[in-house]
C-alpha cells in the first residue's frame, strides 16, 4: 500500500537549512524502514504552468489552477501496510519538515 | 407462533446478533459494507421468511448462515478478487460459533475501527450505532438531528475511507492503546446516553439494548486496560446509573426524578460493583479525570438510602472538582441542581439563569429552571419554562413527565406570552 503524502505550505518562506537537515534525516529513517518509494520538493506555485489539451489545441496557462495561500510545497510518496503506521510517519514528517501535512492513499 | 412473537423474536436476535455478526464478517470478509448489507439482508430474510416458515431452532446460527450466504453472493456478484473469493468459500465451511474470546475480540477491532482517529467525532459516533448498535440510518439521523440522506452519506463515506484508506481492522498496539481509548470511551458515552435518554416519539423512552452494548464493550475495554480510571470510571458510570434504569420510568412511561424514585429497586448487585469501581480509583491516589469524577457523584447518590440521607456537600464538592476538568455549561447546571438543595433554589435559580445565552436550545437547562421557579412559587414563569422544555424534549418520559408537572400547577389557562410580560413586571 503506498500513500501520498503532501506538505502544505502555509506560511512565508522556503525550507530553512536547520528544516531541511531534519527532512534529510527523516528520509534517511524511511529508507532503512523500508517505508521510502519516492519525495521531492517543489518550485513555487508562480512557477507553474496549466495546460488544456482536451480541445486538439494546447492550451497554456500561466500560474497555478487554483490561487490558494496554502499549497503543495513538496510530497512524500511512502510504503506502509495501513493507515494507522502511514499517520504515524506523517505526523513524524510534519515534525521534521514544520509542515501540515496531508495524507492520501494511492487506488 | 404469533407475529407478534416472531417481531419479538427477531428483534432480540437483532439486539443479541447484529454486533457480533458484522464483526465477524468484517473479519471474514475484509470490507465493512459487505458486513453490514449481509447482516441487513439476513434479518431481512428472517423477517420474510420465519412468520411462514417457523423460527428456527437457533436463530443466530440461522441468521449468520445466511450473512455468509449473502456475503458471498454478493462478492460473487460483483466479481470480486479471485483471492477473495476464495477465501471467503473457505472461510464458509468454518464454524461458525467460535469460543468466547474470539467473539469478543472481533468486537473490539470493529469498535477500534469505528473510533478511528482518522474519522470526524460525529461520523465515529454514526458508524459505532449502526455498526456495533446496529441502529438503522433513519434512527442515528433522528438521534443527531440530521437529515436522514445526510447521515446515510456520512456512513457510506466513512466505510469508503476505512476501506480505501485501509485503516486496519484491529486493536491498536499497546503504546498507541491509551489514546485510542479516550476516543473509543467518547464514544461509548454517547451510545449510552443515546439508550439512556433516548429521542423520538417513537422510540422507547430507555433503550436497554444500547445501554447493555455500551456497558459490554466498556466492560471488554476494561478487561483489556485494568489500570486505566477513566475506563474503570466510565463504567462505574454506567453501571451506576443502569442500576437505577427502571425505577426510572414508571409504569405509565413517565419519567421518575432521583428524588421519587423507589430505592428498593434499584440493582443492588449493579450498585455494588460501581461502588466497588470507585472505590478502587481513589485507592489508586491519581488525579481522577470526567468520567471518575461522575461515577463519584452518582455513588454519593446510590450510597442514599433515602434522598434526605444525600450528602449534598459531597456533591457540591465534587462538581467543583469537575468544573475544574471540565467547564463546560452542562457541568454548571448540573452542580446548580446540587446547589439547589444545598443552598436553596434562589441561590440555584441565580446561577442557571447565568447559562440562558449558552443553553437555551437545551431541554434540561429549562426543565432545570422550571422547577427552580416551582420551588419558589413563581407558576407562571414556571409554566413557560416547562412549556420550553417540553418542546425541546425528545424523550417520551422526560415529555410526559414534564407535561404533568406543569399541569400540577396553579393557574392552567395563563399563556406563555401572560408569564413573560407578568415576569418583567416583577
Known sequence: ?107 | MSVADIQEVITRAHREEWARMVAALTRRFGDLDIAEEAAAEAFATAVGRWPADGVPANPGAWLTTTANRKAIDRIRRENKRDDKQKEARLLYDDDPSGPLDAIDDDRLRLIFTCCHPALALETRVALTLRMVGGLTVPEIARAFLVQEAAMGQRITRAKAKIKTARIPYRVPSTEDLPGRVSGVLAVLFLVFNEGYLATGPDTDPVRHELTAEAIRLTRLIRALLPQDGEVAGLLALMLLTEARRTARVSAGGELVTLDEQDRGAWDAALVAEGHRLVRERLAAGVAPGRYQILAAINAVHTSARDIRDTDWSQIVALYDQLVRVDPSPIVVLNRAVAIAELDGPEVALAAVDRLADRLAGYHAYHATRADLLRRLGRSQQSRAAYDKAIELAGNTAETAYLTRRRDQLGRARDSAADGDRRRTEE
Open chain 1, 1 to 107: 500500500m503506498q500513500y501520498l503524502v503532501s506538505v502544505i505550505h502555509d506560511g512565508a518562506g522556503l525550507a530553512t537549512p536547520d528544516e531541511m537537515a531534519a527532512i534529510d534525516a527523516f528520509n534517511d529513517r524511511l529508507q532503512a524502514e523500508g517505508h521510502w518509494v519516492f519525495a521531492g520538493g517543489l518550485g513555487s506555485p508562480s512557477t507553474a504552468t496549466v495546460i488544456d489539451n482536451r480541445g486538439g489545441e494546447a492550451l497554456f496557462t500561466d500560474g497555478p489552477f487554483v490561487e490558494s495561500k496554502e499549497y503543495l510545497a513538496g510530497f512524500w510518496v511512502m510504503a506502509a501496510p495501513d493507515l494507522d503506521v502511514a499517520l504515524k510517519l506523517a505526523a513524524e514528517g510534519s515534525k521534521h519538515c514544520n509542515r501540515k501535512v496531508e495524507v492520501r492513499p494511492f487506488l
